[in-house]
């Protein structure tokens, strides 16, 4: 898992990247919390996403955005940082000309920015929202949802509420040819730091079903 670096709208993003031996191999980016509030692509579940979609031999690749670690730039409220992501995208595409299928996933604004990302590139095909703010920032730019996907949530969840992120679900499952397969874990916050194992599990089934 070598550390790299990327260019990035802002200058360079402190990355980590890891190629699957078959070049037609899916591709997945990987968007880490708020900044703001010690969100780097180190975090925990950022990590265990991550080992999913490399165990499910994915050409995966997980980066800091502009102004965390090694990645240059400072916070933009999300606007920037979608830039950076798109910046990521289109770097790991570079490197898999040949991949066969596009995903995106991102925990907590992580997750907003992956589902922004979506509406904006039509090639990603699949996602995982890991506690999407949907009590903190608006989802309403989901309309329509363009591809569907795995959401996931803690019940206990003290930042995001379980119930902003049900009613996000039953909106965009109610959308034509869109499935949101959503997994509530009991008792989980929203760090899900006894969780960590269980998701990464639940990934890689959602994956197994819907590559």
Known sequence: MPEIIIPGPEGRLEARYQKADDP???ICLVLHPHPRQGGTMNNKLVYNTYQA??????????????GVGKSLGTYDN???????????LDWLQSENPAAKTTW???FSFGAWLSLQ???RRPEISGFVAISPPASLYDFSFLAPCPASGLIIQGTEDKIVK????????EKLNKQKNITIDYK????????FNKNLEDIQKKIVKFIEKNI
């Open 117 to 119: 990302l979506l509406m």
């Open 78 to 88: 999300g606007v920037g940082e979608l830039t950076d992501a798109a910046a990521a």
């Open 184 to 191: 509530k874990i009991n008792g989980a916050d929203h760090f």
């Open 24 to 26: 037609r191999a899916p």
């Open 162 to 169: 379980e119930e902003a992120v049900s009613e996000l679900v």
């Open 53 to 66: 979609f490399k165990k499910s031999n994915f050409s995966t690749l997980r980066f800091n955005f502009r």
């Open 104 to 106: 995106i996933a991102g």
